[in-house]
């Protein structure tokens, strides 16, 4: 049986990227492949602080992180649903410290996130932000995942992932790991025609990511939604004056289209046709601003419907499993590099 695997860091409060990034696709997949994949969804809590975090407030997160999760539609009923922590399934770490030592330090130091993460946060650069994508490397690894739905920021970390495992099979066998299928075939898995790259509300040329500290650059999945509809209205867009879909001179413009799109559940083509040409940049937002408040008021409703106790029984369930499968390839590794026979 083959596995499906994804996880979204919660450190804050997931954006509507990471949703329509991240757990749309995941669930989607979870109902295609619900008979023939395993789904495995965990919260990957130990790369929570690889960057400076509020730790009074991460275990809460985490909870609310997996209710999120539940909310997005998967269906906790399909018994090849494994929901976990990261953090409850020690040989992740372990087999990231083994990992490290078949990664080439040049290879690691190309990785765009580093910079970009480490530009931001100058007086924290830590060890744990640059090892970050060796441990999500393990994450992967340890279950012989082969799709990995994530957004088009990602596919570095996917390429190294691919190259640690390939690695390391040309030195002790073809079977160690299962090779994460590249970039393209993921995006064609997801039913995409490229990755996905919900733009910042604020400054459209960058990605909206839930770490930015400009409230109005992101949609959270937490906001009011009212709060969330102004966010919309006072999008940055661009003094064109015509709607067209151009990411490169109306970037802002396009993610409204491109949102509308995936939250509308519609073709983006038809989207586009819908709207091209026309010249009232306020009609598109109040029609996006409508959309993003319906689908956060059902989403929060669907939240608050999941209790503690749900969640506590789909982690029992799955971190059992998870440790099942995770040490049973921790001891193939072990065995291939040496350290037991
Ligand atoms: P951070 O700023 O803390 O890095 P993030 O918003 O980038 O937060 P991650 O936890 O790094 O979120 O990523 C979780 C998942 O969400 C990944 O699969 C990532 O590709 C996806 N994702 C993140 N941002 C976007 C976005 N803007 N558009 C589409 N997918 C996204
Ligand atoms: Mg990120």
């Known amino acids: 049986m083959q596995t499906i695997l994804t996880g979204v860091r919660v450190n804050e409060e997931p954006t509507l990227g990471n949703f329509l990034g991240a757990y749309t696709p995941m669930v989607n997949l979870s109902h295609e492949h619900a008979k023939t994949s395993n789904i495995n969804f965990f919260v990957p809590d130990l790369h929570s602080f690889t960057t400076p975090i509020d730790h009074s407030k991460l275990y809460d997160q985490t909870i609310k992180g997996i209710k999120y999760y539940l909310a997005a539609g998967l269906d906790q009923n399909n018994p090849n649903l494994h929901v976990y922590r990261q953090s409850r399934v020690p040989a992740h770490s372990e087999?990231?410290?083994?990992?490290?030592?078949?990664?080439?330090?040049?290879?690691?130091?190309?990785?765009?996130?580093?910079?970009?993460?480490?530009?931001?946060?100058?007086?924290?650069?830590?060890?744990?932000?640059?090892?970050?994508?060796?441990?999500?490397?393990?994450?992967?690894?340890?279950?012989?995942?082969?799709?990995?739905?994530?957004?088009?920021?990602?596919?570095?970390?996917?390429?190294?992932?691919?190259?640690?495992?390939?690695?390391?099979?040309?030195?002790?066998?073809?079977?160690?790991?299962t090779i994460p299928a590249p970039e393209k075939e993921q995006v064609k898995f997801m039913h995409l025609e490229n990755g996905l790259r919900i733009r910042s509300l604020t400054e459209p040329t960058k990605k909206m990511s839930k770490s930015a500290e400009n409230e109005r650059s992101k949609i959270l999945l937490c906001d009011d939604p009212k709060l969330a509809a102004k966010k919309i209205m006072s999008a940055t867009t661009d003094s064109e004056g015509v709607i067209r879909f151009d990411m490169v001179n109306q970037p802002g413009i396009s993610n409204l289209l491109v949102i509308e799109s995936l939250l509308s559940n519609r073709d983006l083509q038809d989207v586009i046709a819908d709207w091209s040409g026309q010249t009232s940049y306020g009609d598109l937002k109040h029609k996006v601003a409508d959309s993003v408040m319906h689908f956060l008021s059902d989403f929060q409703e669907r939240v608050n419907a999941i209790s503690d106790a749900d969640v506590e029984e789909i982690l029992q369930k799955g971190e059992q499993y998870a440790n099942e499968v995770a040490n049973t390839k921790l001891r193939q590794v072990q065995k291939a590099v040496g350290l037991i026979k």
């Open 95 to 177: 087999l990231a410290w083994i990992l490290d030592c078949f990664t080439p330090f040049g290879e690691a130091s190309r990785m765009t996130q580093f910079k970009e993460k480490g530009a931001e946060h100058p007086d924290a650069v830590t060890v744990g932000l640059f090892n970050y994508p060796i441990l999500m490397a393990a994450d992967i690894l340890l279950y012989d995942a082969k799709y990995i739905p994530l957004g088009e920021d990602q596919f570095q970390h996917l390429e190294l992932a691919r190259n640690i495992a390939t690695r390391m099979n040309n030195k002790f066998g073809e079977d160690l790991f």
